[in-house]
């Protein structure tokens, strides 16, 4: 498959010309072919004017059809082979292993939310039976939940596959039956052209109109903010900047129809290392932590950017162990050369505050966009007076906070501002602060870890990719697992239709086999 | 029970001394006693930060506590017996049998929510097993929702039971596990007291925290917006204006944290005559709408303010009943004088608009603060050309618009703004224009209807009161019915903690006894 450096609008490929983007090699700062031509206020209109005309054929597919349809997806995903991993590579610096395992989790994100619509309950149907003979008799009363409608969803440059063109966002808002305009992230052009090609075809193959799927390429803001703006869209998926994610929630709350933006905006993922646990282990905490600290060169939103601890001689043992296995951690390129600048900066900022200075760091490293992890450290005192040592700084850099006693710790939790994860690092005799903390931490962050590292997220049932604000714009949900898909479904109930005018969801016979609530009790 | 006119903030009862509130009786224009005094931001502060300390202990009592106190909420209101009806009676003008009905239904709300804790499917327990053969091991992951924090509710005009102390709002943000300062409506002062009291001796009797319930009073806008503005509040639950929750959602999205806000605002309606029922029984819709349109004085959010007909003989026959019928409709006091005034305003404003004209009213009353039912026709031309007609006229005033064809009236479906509900009037012969409006009407509202009347929500599983902008601000939920508790929870993962720190939901053996989520099968 050619990357051309078009738009894909539907069935058409069009050239953009309000802006020419290129692809870079972050690893050399090379620039990568062919140009790309951004789109503008046409293409946008051009999108959602498809996505609106696509949506009612669309939604009224079959659960069945859209698994399907989710599966050719994947399979095509699949079938790109090394012409998709190579691409994402060079586009992202980041490891092929690594790029491999992202298009399993991809493929398998489509998949499971194919066999969430073959099981039915995300639909939610629920029945309550006519009550004739009641004063005042009650009417037959049948609900399900339906799509929004057309869902924006923007690349996230962490994730050129698990999280961009057909990432979870796209997976989720699919299955719920919402047309999805992609705007590719700038630093995967290429990757994202490669993914569109498949999601197109896919809608091609499956006798879907053609504007179930559009790819805008465009840059800056410009783009984004005419699409979140646009009347026919109901929904948008995020995972980027705090500053970007505030500027579409401002945009989605400005139009006249204000929309829902879920946004994945900033965390800093606090792990807590209680007493017990850092005398028994505190070394291997301090190399384990450090290991996903640079993961990823530190670039997954659940990266350990704050390590919290009371003082004390058992705090020596972590603290040399975690210097000690940064000094070997290689400088590694970083995404995008503006997400290096930003680290930069970021650690010079820290550098900067009075009462927190660098204890550890990692190789320097030879090359364009090499980030050195970095570990400071600071009191509690400090840090509680100086919300600043709270920002994000996106990439390899951590903060130990020492706390006096365990009370600081608890009045540090109660500080934090909303997380995607907090992590205990504990054993039993440790259970007492552990309950108090997570009686803090549960307001604070969508998932709550034990011994373990933050990074790592299980596309699964259970899991919460989300928290309070700023972690996200939208506590009541997540944008990874099987729940993700609530985000782009509303509630209709239908009072006293006739069989032959319900959805099939919720006729008599359960022609689609979904999970029912019958007067309050599952079927 | 006496009323005093102090506010309820947690166990004491405070005197307000910002302003000076008095109820009203509209049907005679007398002021009834006692005098109000009305809180400012010290006791906005105070409520706030009891309901704060209150949530932790009130978030971990178990579901069956709560359904406990739920229901001893519900025999208090109940055991007041005539003094809060003859009270509401005074402050609303509603008729006695209506406020007993609608009593009857905030005990009901109490207790299908107490059901709905001890059913245990609300908390959503997920598990997904852990994996540790797998490669990368999957670790052991479990889900629950849990309550967002401090609820703030505004007291309804319309329902002073049902919608406002302890209305829906109300009880469903208690079931989550959420404190809840209710703002009073000014409408009905003494009434919120009396149940205000009730509540507060419930919150004693269970031993629970005084910050679970406050009960405020204020003048105008200032307290709502201090509550809204509070950092310890979590999310807002209102019915009113459309101008009022619009304010609020701006005060919510200008906070630091920006929250949720529930408002249900602004709707009307639509009832649609397909031509086959309108020639069978046209004079029966018509009479059946009048009476429909008159009820509780026009004073509901699902009242039918529009009524769309396509031209022709049929039309004639409804018409002519509808305008019979409402002749003999008499003018009745409406809840409160600013509601009575917004009434006349808008009924001028309309006869003001070109291409409208009066077809019908009722018959003209003495006392204060009547309003006189009226009926308007337009042409969906007109109607089309002018956004002003669908302004929402609360009270009983409707506008008959008369389409040239079946295009005309699908033309004007699709122009409507978010409704809570449509309704149907059709018989077997309409089913091809039916499922042609149902598809644009979905999308458009809560509640769609079949040969019924708009007016009349029940409270029970399948019911959306909601609906996509302006008829609320949030159209992923409902103010009524089971679903509501939705609003007011968010979920949290849990990832490999030990069962003794797991919440009980969550813990292996299920002592809750909780509906479960295993690996993606009900268990």
């Not at 090699?25 to 050399?28: E, F, L, M």
């Not at 939103?301 to 350990?304: E, K, R, S, V, Y």
């Not at 011994?451 to 933050?454: C, E, K």
């Given at each position: 498959m050619t990357i051309t450096g078009d738009m894909l609008i539907g069935a058409q490929s069009v050239r953009g010309t309000e802006s020419l983007l290129q692809a870079i090699?972050?690893?050399?700062g090379e620039t990568l072919g062919p140009d790309f031509g951004g789109g503008g206020n046409a293409e946008v209109n051009r999108a959602c004017e498809l996505a609106e005309a696509a949506f009612d054929t669309y939604r009224a597919t079959t659960p069945q059809q859209r698994a399907a349809f989710l599966e050719s997806i994947a399979s095509g995903i699949e079938a790109l082979g090394d012409t998709l991993i190579q691409r994402a590579h060079l586009e992202s610096a980041l490891p092929i292993a690594r790029l491999q395992g992202e298009r399993g989790r991809t493929a398998n994100q489509l998949r499971l939310f194919a066999s969430i619509l073959r099981d039915g309950r995300w639909q939610n149907a629920t029945f309550d039976s006519a009550l004739p003979e009641r004063n005042p008799p009650r009417p037959d009363l049948r609900m399900q939940r339906i799509a929004v409608g057309p869902v924006v969803v923007f690349g996230a440059s962490n994730f050129p596959l698990a999280f961009s063109v057909a990432g979870g966002d796209t997976a989720s808002a699919l299955a719920a039956g919402c047309p999805v305009i992609v705007k590719a992230h700038s630093a995967h052009l290429g990757t994202s052209e490669l993914v569109g090609r498949v999601i197109r075809k896919a809608v091609a193959d499956a006798g879907l109109p053609e504007g179930v799927f559009s790819l805008l390429v465009g840059a800056g803001n410009v783009v984004g903010t005419a699409l979140v703006s646009?009347?026919?869209?109901q929904a948008v998926g995020f995972t980027g900047s705090r500053a970007g994610g505030l500027a579409l929630l401002h945009a989605a709350n400005s139009r006249p129809q204000p929309i829902p933006v879920y946004a994945e905006m900033s965390s800093i993922n606090p792990v807590f290392l209680l007493p017990s646990a850092l005398a028994a282990r505190g070394e291997d905490i301090g190399r384990q932590l450090v290991d996903s600290l640079v993961m990823g060169v530190g670039q997954f939103?659940?990266?350990?950017g704050l390590v919290i601890a009371i003082d004390g001689s058992a705090l020596d043992g972590f603290r040399q162990a975690a210097v000690k296995a940064l000094a070997d951690k290689p400088a590694a390129a970083m995404l995008t050369p503006g997400i290096h600048r930003a680290y930069e900066q970021g650690v010079a900022q820290l550098c900067a505050l009075d009462g927190i200075h660098a204890i550890g760091a990692g190789a320097a490293g030879d090359g364009p966009n090499r980030a050195r992890p970095a570990l400071f450290e600071t009191t509690a005192e400090r840090f509680l007076a100086d919300e600043r040592m709270q920002a994000e700084v996106f990439g390899p850099a951590s903060t130990l906070v020492v706390c006096r006693d365990a009370a600081e710790m608890l009045a540090l939790a109660r500080q934090l501002?909303?997380?995607l994860t907090a992590t205990l690092q504990a054993d039993d005799a440790d259970h007492a602060i552990a309950a108090d903390l997570l009686t803090v931490l549960e307001r604070k962050v969508g998932r709550v870890l034990y011994?373990?590292?933050?990074t790592g997220v299980e596309v699964s049932y259970a899991m919460v990719h989300g928290g309070p604000f700023p972690a996200t714009s939208?506590?009541?949900?997540?944008?990874?697992?099987?729940?993700?898909?609530?985000?782009f479904l509303r509630p209709v109930c239908y009072q006293n239709l006739p069989d032959a005018l319900l959805p099939l969801a919720l006729r008599d016979g359960n022609p689609l086999g979904v999970w029912q609530l019958r007067d309050g009790k599952v079927a």
């Open positions: 090699n972050p690893a050399t646009h009347p026919a869209v939103c659940t990266n350990p501002e909303g997380q011994n373990g590292y933050p939208d506590t009541r949900t997540t944008s990874v697992g099987a729940s993700a898909i609530d985000r």
